[in-house]
């Protein structure tokens, strides 16, 4: 079976500080991986996908940064974090395009 | 430009009563519609996924129906439970990117006893 492992599931940064969200998928090869933003009682944003090792593909601009040292890790970083950066962070997996979408279980970014 | 529309934006509902999420879209060209509850504080968790030549698809108390022609797709919820409070969301996918999917901002249930 697949698992997807998120964490920290709570993080308080002051702002300027780094950042780094790191995700593992379990179980599969070569997944499709996600970063998603989702502010408070909206949808949510697509940040960043990957589609294999070393290939991230952005969809916003901002101050956030995605990398894929391994087939089953995807991170997610900043320098230098700012207060608008808070939110709810989620990851996710997928086979392919036309299969469902695994999340993890999210990390509430709360920058002081 | 993809966009999903969900109404209502919320709902209360009485324990043991039925409701109807309504979800339109404007992908195209269309590949999938997924429905995921989402409990706070949680990552989405899927229920149904359908392709465009499925019409309705049933899992356990929830029975989502999709009009390719109008795009529009429902969730129904069969006897609800308190459990069911949560916020369901939509999700359309395009088949021309490697796996970017559209949300609808998703509807906020909550069963009251």
């Known amino acids: ?18 950042l780094s969200l790191e995700c593992t998928v379990e179980g599969t090869s070569n997944p499709n991986l996600y970063w998603y933003r989702q502010a408070a009682g909206r949808g949510l944003q697509l940040l960043f996908y990957s589609v294999g090792i070393g290939q991230i593909s952005s969809e916003v601009p901002q101050n956030l940064s995605a990398s894929r040292p391994q087939d089953r890790q995807f991170i997610l970083s900043s ?9 709810f962070y989620l990851c996710a997996w997928r086979v392919d395009r036309n299969t469902e979408a695994f999340f993890g279980q999210g990390t509430r970014l709360t920058v002081v | 430009k993809n966009q ?7 709902l209360i509902i009485l324990e043991g009563k039925n409701c109807t999420l309504q979800c339109n879209y404007t992908v195209s060209p269309f590949s999938n519609l997924r429905w995921y509850k989402q409990d706070t504080g949680r990552g989405p968790v899927s229920l149904t996924i359908m392709t465009f030549s499925e019409n309705t698809k049933s899992n356990r108390r929830y029975t989502a129906t999709l009009d390719a022609d109008t ?7 069969t006897a609800s439970q308190l459990s069911d409070s949560a916020s369901y969301i939509c999700v359309v996918s395009d088949s021309t990117n490697a796996g970017k999917s559209t949300f609808g901002d998703g509807t906020t249930l909550t069963v009251k006893p």
């Open chain 1, 1 to 18: 079976s697949q698992t997807i492992h998120q964490w920290p599931a709570t993080l308080v940064q002051p702002v300027g500080s780094p």
């Open chain 1, 79 to 87: 320098k230098k974090l700012l207060l608008s950066d808070s939110g």
């Open chain 2, 4 to 10: 999903v529309e969900q109404s209502p934006q919320s």
């Open chain 2, 71 to 77: 795009k529009q797709s429902s969730l129904h919820i």
